[in-house]
């Protein structure tokens, strides 16, 4: 059984949470990220990307996707597991660690949802401004 391998992503690009999860299978190494930026939270709040290397090069193109909350994780394992196969991960790997992922998800859900929110109460109070007279 493969087993994605968890860890601390780099926190590049303005990313303030970040987990990467790692799977060697044969000579392919298949990569999730999962991660907050705030330029992309509109949208993608929860960001994640999926690809599958050979070589540290990308296999095939990798899959981007999103969930909009953390109340979206429950189920999310089959959209994960169809975007491992659309990066080459073999059918009898792909629902394993689609699965893996949820788990992540649902694990990290209260720590993602801190992290949004904290993201929420630093967006700028976008009432308008009074209108000034004109002179």
Known sequence: MAIL???????ERGCVYHKRGTCRSG?????VDVFVMPRIRKAR???I???RYQNY???QPTEQWQLESPDR????NVGA???LLRVGVPKILAGS???QVEDLLLREAEVIRKVLASLSAQQPNKQMEPARARR
């Open 81 to 83: 597991s169809a975007r």
């Open 27 to 31: 000579y392919d190494s298949i990569v």
């Open 5 to 11: 391998r968890w860890s601390e992503g780099p926190k």
């Open 97 to 99: 660690l689609g699965r």
């Open 73 to 76: 994780i429950r189920g999310c």
């Open 57 to 59: 090069k990308p296999a």
């Open 45 to 47: 709040a929860i960001a």
């Open 49 to 51: 990307t999926i690809g």
